[in-house]
């Protein structure tokens, strides 16, 4: 019986910490995930290739990873249109998508980074977002579902639109709808992560007080 109190009272602790520090986790989750592709190019123009292509690899089943789609870093310019691309490398090294998704990059041109330009604003609003958000916490209420859900459609209507074929978007219009995507989401959920999470601190505080 001693056994399973004290490890009762053990998970209580660490559900209690878990509470307590939800937000500084999951900006430690997100600044991975967001930061790894911002390494991968930064290994691959100091010349450790090897690693730099295990996070491409591990980051192409989450995005196409299309050079005309991402920012380059280490290059003349952070991005380069696919008839610029097609110009400077020949149209057979684009000739297929999965041709072009093979193309990390080069000394004249940089390195592309390891998912596209909407995931690079998403998650790096994400971040900064919840960075800030916990400078305000306190104070800040929850975005209104329908603001939040307008505030979706220019992400969802731009890249629904590429996906389709309807025209080529520009590598601003993808910053701009996925940091909006990003600050929204933030500032739709973790106004409501924190009341829960607030209340699960009040509840196993107040049974630890009583054990």
């Not at 590429?162 to 989401?185: M, P």
């Amino acid at each position: 019986m001693a056994c399973i109190e004290d490890l009762t009272v053990f998970l209580d602790k660490l559900v209690l910490a878990l509470a307590k520090h939800w937000l500084l986790l999951i900006n430690l989750v997100i600044a991975v995930y967001d930061g790894l592709p911002f390494l991968a190019p930064t290994l691959m123009v100091l010349g450790f290739n090897w690693p730099a292509r295990v996070i491409y690899a591990a980051y192409k089943p989450l995005c196409h990873q299309l050079p005309q789609r991402s920012f380059f870093l280490f290059g003349s310019q952070p991005a380069y249109s696919f008839e610029t691309l097609q110009k400077l490398l020949g149209p057979e090294r684009l000739a297929t998508d999965s041709l072009a998704r093979e193309f990390i990059g080069n000394a004249a041109l940089g390195y592309k980074m390891a998912y596209c330009q909407r995931d690079t604003a998403m998650y790096t609003s994400m971040l900064l977002a919840g960075i800030v958000f916990g400078l305000v916490r306190r104070r800040l209420r929850p975005l209104p579902l329908a603001l939040y859900l307008i505030s979706l459609v220019p992400w969802a209507v731009d890249g629904l639109a590429q996906l389709l074929g309807f025209y080529e978007s520009t590598w601003q219009l993808r910053t701009i709808t996925g940091s909006l995507f990003g600050l929204a989401t933030v500032w739709f959920a973790y106004p409501y992560l924190e009341a829960g999470m607030g209340d699960l601190r009040r509840t196993i505080g107040e049974k630890l007080r009583l054990e």
